[in-house]
């Protein structure tokens, strides 16, 4: 049986592979780690505490926040303002950001963003969710509290990003832009141990992930490329947990879909929380991700902590096929012809 590896002693092994390898990246994601074990103890009891079902609250995004929610983003707040390193958060449950006053006049460098409870509406009937967090060193000057254009970059400037699993078992996916690494949480010992070295995304694979009651809503291009993969047979595997969704195309191949609607025309999926993080990590595992108009997600620009967008995320060559199809039947000629066959979509 090959030695454990725990996430502390790669995070401290590797923090040389790391650009700015000054100590304070491995501190913070020592502390996310932290977090998610708090968390994780939690969610692995919510059916025995007055802790599931909805808070009687909705979030800044419209979504009805539920109590393991709010436990989850305190949990994560708590343990990034002793952390040291990070001056400010952005997370899906708070409107604005919240800057983080220095620790004995230590200079923080960074900054995270993340989704404490990503598909949380499944915690009460006992389906995986996860947490998402990506982190990004600060742009405005050290010496004075983070701003919003510390928090409105590009996907393609995260220094690391990654996601908790609270699933069959607890898994800690990790990024910091030199491959992508999987930690399974051993409850025996309370560490994440390296269980899924160098992870790469199968070029293609058997599952297409959509939520597929809304098809008559996507644009007709989505709808054809949905066909498609009904024509080849491909398993549609969907829990409405992004999270988890996406976890199973990283490990096992194949596309998450979520197409705008009319409902949400630019997509429901959050870009700094959710989709980036997610998509840093995919495509250091060899995958794709970009918008439904076929813009790369880690390129798109952002305008606000909250701002949504299509995607479609996952194996390379079936990302490639999407986007002919894409091309192929967004031209506006075919478009009115199957308005008028089909009616307006
Ligand atoms: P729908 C969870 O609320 C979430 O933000 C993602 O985790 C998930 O993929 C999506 O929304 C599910 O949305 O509209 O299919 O219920």
Redesign the pocket.
Known sequence: MSRIVTLDEFIIKRQNDFQYATGELTGLLRDIGVAAKIINREVNKAGLLNILGAAKSENASG?TVQKLDLYANDKLIDCLKNSGECCGIASEENEHFIPIKEIEGKKAKYVVVF?PL????NIDVNVSVGTIFGIFRRKSDLSKPCEMKDFLQKGSELVASGYVLYGTSTLLVYTTGRGVNGFTLDPTIGEFCLSHPDIKIPNRGNYYSV?Q??YLKFDIEMRRYIDHCCDENLRLR?I????S?VHRILFQGGIFL?PNTRKFPQG??RLLY?CNPLAFIVEQAGGKAMSCQLERILDLPLGDLHQRMSIAIGSPDMLDEMKEFVERYKVPEYKEEVVEKEGAS
């Open positions: 979504d989704d990503d598909g949380s509406s939520n009651g809304y969907y409405g947990s992004m999270v969704d979520y429901k999926l959710e």
